[in-house]
């Protein structure tokens, strides 16, 4: 959906280090989420915002940060408290009670 | 919170055979249910969706029913082709928190 874009693809990281992954959205969206999926596995939610400036856990935050600062963007830190960081990224958006669009992910592998 | 369970994990078909796929979630609340479709490498993309006010929804050769009392919902696909192969996806969305959960995963592969 080229109404979402999630940069960059493929993204390398060291052990140790914090990465921020980007999350744009022109689609006048409220709500933006991030999930994780790991080879084999659904999509487990990381955090979601339903409006700027505010944000939750999902049920996997442990070792990630958000922030919403603008409607359009919300970016996802990995941090370095995340134990097993390598993963596919997706970012999506959605109005109220409508299906999620989602980014084409950003691959991030830590070594 | 919600949880969704879905089965079977993998499934083999001939082209031109029917596949099911079910799912079951755990929170009352819940109100909508998407399916989606991820190809390999690729986004998930939403290929029907059900709420709760209604019981069956069909577009072509894809249907979703739901029995809210069971608490289950299932994807059907007929008249199944190539192209279908792809992993799908059931999810829940519980009006009281907005959070879409979804299921482990379905590998559906179709014979040619």
């Known amino acids: 959906d080229g109404g979402i874009t999630q940069s960059p693809k493929y993204l390398f990281r060291k052990e140790g280090q914090n990465v921020t992954l980007s999350c744009e959205q022109n689609?006048?969206?409220?709500?933006m989420y991030w999930y994780r999926q790991d080879p084999g596995q659904g999509l487990r939610l990381i955090y979601y915002s339903q409006i700027v400036n505010d944000f939750q856990k999902g049920d996997i935050a442990e070792g990630y940060s958000v922030s919403r600062e603008k409607k359009e963007s919300f970016p996802l830190t990995v941090t370095s408290a995340q134990k097993n960081p390598t993963a596919f990224y997706l970012c999506?958006?959605?109005?109220?009670?409508?299906?999620?669009?989602f980014g084409n992910g950003t691959r991030l592998t830590v070594t | 919170g919600e949880n969704v369970e879905q089965h079977p994990s993998t499934l083999s078909v001939q082209e031109g055979d029917s596949a099911v796929i079910k799912c079951t979630y755990s929170d009352s609340a819940s109100n909508y249910f998407p399916w989606y479709k991820q190809e390999l490498g690729k986004r998930p993309q939403l290929i029907i969706d059900i709420r709760s006010n209604v019981g069956e929804k069909k577009d072509q050769r894809i249907a979703v029913t739901l029995n809210k009392t069971a608490k289950h919902f299932s994807l059907h696909i007929t008249e199944t082709q190539p192209e279908d192969s792809a992993v799908y996806f059931c999810?829940?969305?519980?009006?009281?928190?907005?959070?879409?959960?979804f299921g482990q995963g379905t590998i559906l592969t179709v014979h040619p």
């Open positions: 689609l006048n969206h409220d709500a």
């Open positions: 999810a829940a969305r519980p009006w009281t928190t907005g959070k879409l959960t």
């Open positions: 999506a958006s959605s109005r109220e009670d409508s299906p999620l669009h």
